[in-house]
């Protein structure tokens, strides 16, 4: 029980999200720490849009037990509901936000290894993390906490490894020598933040700073991520994204 509360032990917080004036009435429904509202933060910092965070209220079960499954974050917009990170982070991006450019390169290449990296984060790396999954770990199969803190390191380095072997290789995606691949910069995709950075990112500073894991995610072994990370750290726009544990 008191490995299940401790994973939601900082629901209650709100977080302040200031931002300049774009679009009115955008309020994010959510939990602080969940990966869903922190690369919501993150996208809407970035392109300059003013929002709203209203922490969504965790239900108890008869046994008196936290119960978040199937309490999903969502964004509320111009009278719209938009659940799911891929819809969210479409809607956000497709706004026309005046001076702000978009978090999709230019780049048709550039684009389409910018959502690659962010479908494998978003497939092969968030899932493992969700509450769901540690409940049904916990209760079902009856791992303790030891097991899941290993069930969540292996299944964020495993993640880390596949996404810097596509970093580290990028012509890895071409078919002939013609093909030119945009590299990481700066960032992951090119020297600007991309749809790239908002879903792995997130990820990254979580498997540093979770109180759940036993420790921190070693690094080292992915160059380019820890690179691209600590740049992130320095960007207003993250900074006001993750939660301040």
Same mark, same amino acid.
């Given at each position: 029980m008191s490995? *299940?509360l401790?994973?939601?032990?900082?629901?209650g917080?709100?977080?302040?999200?200031?931002?300049?004036?774009a679009?009115a009435?955008?309020i994010?429904h959510?939990?602080?720490?969940?990966?869903?509202?922190v690369?919501?933060?993150?996208?809407?910092?970035?392109?300059?849009?003013?929002?709203?965070?209203?922490?969504?209220?965790?239900?108890?079960?008869?046994?008196?037990?936290?119960?978040a499954v199937?309490?999903?974050?969502?964004?509320?917009?111009?009278?719209?509901?938009?659940?799911?990170?891929?819809?969210?982070f479409?809607?956000?991006n497709?706004?026309?936000?005046?001076?702000?450019?978009s978090?999709?390169?230019d780049?048709?290449?550039?684009?389409?290894?910018s959502?690659?990296?962010a479908?494998?984060?978003?497939?092969?790396?968030?899932?493992?993390?969700y509450?769901?999954?540690?409940?049904?770990?916990?209760?079902?199969?009856?791992?303790?906490?030891?097991?899941?803190?290993?069930?969540?390191t292996h299944?964020?380095?495993?993640?880390?490894?596949?996404?810097?072997?596509?970093?580290?290789d990028?012509?890895?995606?071409?078919?002939?020598?013609?093909?030119?691949?945009?590299?990481?910069? &700066?960032y992951?995709?090119g020297?600007?933040?991309?749809?790239?950075?908002?879903?792995?990112q997130?990820l990254?500073?979580?498997?540093q700073?979770?109180?759940?894991?036993?420790q921190?995610?070693?690094?080292s072994?992915?160059?380019i *991520?820890?690179? &691209?990370?600590?740049?992130?750290?320095?960007?207003?726009?993250f900074?006001?994204?993750?939660?301040k *544990?």
């Amino acid at each position: 029980m008191s490995l *299940l509360l401790g994973q939601l032990n900082v629901i209650g917080r709100h977080f302040s999200a200031m931002a300049a004036p774009a679009v009115a009435s955008t309020i994010l429904h959510g939990f602080p720490t969940s990966s869903t509202s922190v690369l919501t933060r993150f996208a809407l910092h970035l392109r300059g849009i003013e929002f709203e965070e209203q922490t969504m209220e965790v239900k108890t079960r008869s046994d008196g037990m936290p119960d978040a499954v199937g309490q999903k974050p969502y964004l509320e917009a111009e009278g719209r509901r938009i659940e799911q990170p891929g819809a969210i982070f479409n809607y956000i991006n497709e706004l026309h936000v005046p001076g702000q450019k978009s978090l999709l390169p230019d780049d048709l290449s550039a684009r389409a290894m910018s959502r690659k990296l962010a479908t494998m984060a978003s497939t092969e790396i968030a899932p493992f993390g969700y509450y769901r999954v540690d409940r049904f770990l916990i209760e079902e199969l009856k791992v303790d906490k030891n097991g899941l803190d290993k069930w969540k390191t292996h299944w964020l380095e495993h993640g880390f490894s596949e996404l810097e072997k596509v970093l580290s290789d990028p012509q890895a995606m071409c078919l002939d020598n013609a093909c030119i691949v945009p590299k990481h910069g &700066t960032y992951l995709v090119g020297d600007s933040p991309t749809m790239a950075d908002v879903f792995i990112q997130p990820l990254v500073h979580w498997s540093q700073t979770n109180p759940d894991l036993a420790q921190r995610v070693d690094l080292s072994p992915f160059p380019i *991520l820890k690179k &691209t990370y600590e740049n992130c750290l320095q960007l207003p726009a993250f900074q006001k994204a993750i939660p301040k *544990l």
